[in-house]
């Protein structure tokens, strides 16, 4: 069976969404390479656990105002002028934490990756969720797709801390410039959208359910954020592992949650989606607090493993279970996006400014709490969905 049977594509929609997986892979590919490249800034630039902590929250804060803006500017100006426009931030951005090491440039640069990287989301979320006849899958495996650009940067800052750090900027913005013109050249509309009645009228901000999925989303992206961001540093400050294996270990990471993407991808079809989120939700909380309480590097190994498999379809699963009038309005998905963007905001702050009183290992625990709520709304929308509410 060929990926476009699979995931049930017209002919003509196929390769518009190859080249939205490509581009959305290598935003996951820029995602990491933040937190990988993120030891070898501080040590040339001497940044604080304070500083780390708000350029990383920077980069969130440009994922909200573009997945928020990402809603709404196709309209004005269509989806791949959005794309190429905001996209392009991710060049800059990348280009200019490699020339200073000024605190308020850092943060713009931080904040342009994150502009880049919202518009991304948004829109390829968006146009996958109109083009997969078999939705679940295709997100699933649109989140693959940015597992394994996820995968591959961590290495790329590896080789480059051999010679300078800087490469692994370069060889990342060199991959979005080719993104960008495959996009370009794509059959994304480049025509202003029109606003359809009945999309402007979607009730979502009166719905419990889609405030339920959002939160489920918010504590899952202030657990992902702060892990993309701080895990190298984490591994590195508190002595358990060197920078090499500690970029190594991220990599390992996303080669799970792209395992796990896959699996979900295969069986979310064939099971209940509010319970196998809520399975994934129980164990990724299990796994986090063995990989932080351990001290033995096998079980520090063990807990990152099931913590990258189980944590890898919470996000697409929750967004396909949403609706399917909200999944198919770019302000519903946006105003989703954007809310759950806020703990991607909120935590890494908290983690360093915790970690500046008390040391990373206090910083990274508090990722815990997120995880409690997390789980507790999972136990909400089960109960909901066999009442037959969702």
């Known amino acids: 069976m060929s990926l476009s049977s699979f995931l049930d594509l017209k002919k003509e929609d196929s390769s518009l969404v190859y080249r939205i997986y490509y581009i959305f892979l290598c935003s996951g590919a820029m995602t990491t390479l933040l937190g990988a490249m993120l030891p070898s800034m501080q040590a040339e630039y001497n940044m604080s656990y304070s500083l780390r902590g708000y350029v990383l929250s920077a980069h969130q804060i440009g994922n909200f105002a573009a997945v928020f803006l990402a809603g709404f500017i196709p309209y004005a100006i269509g989806r791949k002028k959005s794309t190429l426009l905001l996209g392009s931030l991710i ?11 000024n605190p308020f440039l850092l943060i ?7 502009m880049g990287r919202g518009t991304l989301s948004n829109i390829t979320n968006v146009v996958v969720s109109e083009n997969a006849g078999n939705k679940a899958a295709g997100l699933n495996l649109l989140h693959a797709s940015f597992a394994i650009g996820a995968f591959i940067s961590p290495f790329i800052a590896l080789f480059a801390t051999k010679y300078q750090w800087r490469y692994s900027a370069w060889i990342v913005a060199l991959l979005f410039l080719s993104a960008l013109i495959l996009v370009g050249r794509s059959s994304l509309s480049s025509t202003p959208m029109e ?4 999309s402007s009228s979607v009730p979502f901000q009166k719905s ?183």
């Open 91 to 101: 060049v800059i951005g990348l280009m200019l934490m490699t020339l200073t090491g």
């Open 108 to 114: 713009c640069a931080f904040a342009f990756t994150g």
């Open 195 to 198: 606003k359809r009645r009945n």
């Open 208 to 390: 419990f359910s889609f405030w339920l999925n959002t939160l489920i989303m918010f504590f899952y992206l202030s657990c992902e954020a702060s892990l993309t961001g701080w895990l190298v540093t984490y591994f590195n400050d508190t002595g358990l592992m060197s920078t090499s294996l500690s970029q190594s270990m991220q990599s390992l990471l996303w080669v799970m949650i792209l395992l796990g993407r896959l699996c979900c991808a295969s069986i979310s079809q064939k099971v209940n989606k509010s319970l196998l989120i809520l399975l994934m939700g129980v164990m990724m909380t299990l796994c986090f607090i063995l990989m932080i309480t351990s001290s033995a590097t096998s079980f520090i190994v063990i807990g990152l493993l099931g913590l990258g498999f189980f944590m890898s379809g919470v996000y697409p699963t929750t967004l396909s279970t949403m609706d399917s009038r909200y999944n198919s309005s770019t302000v519903a998905t946006g105003t989703c996006i954007a809310t759950a963007t806020v703990g991607g905001i909120l935590m890494p702050i908290i983690i360093g400014q915790v970690a500046e009183a008390s040391g990373i290992r206090g910083g990274i625990a508090t990722i815990s709490v997120a995880l409690f709520f997390m789980v507790a709304l999972m136990v909400i929308k089960l109960i909901r969905t066999r009442k037959g509410l969702i």
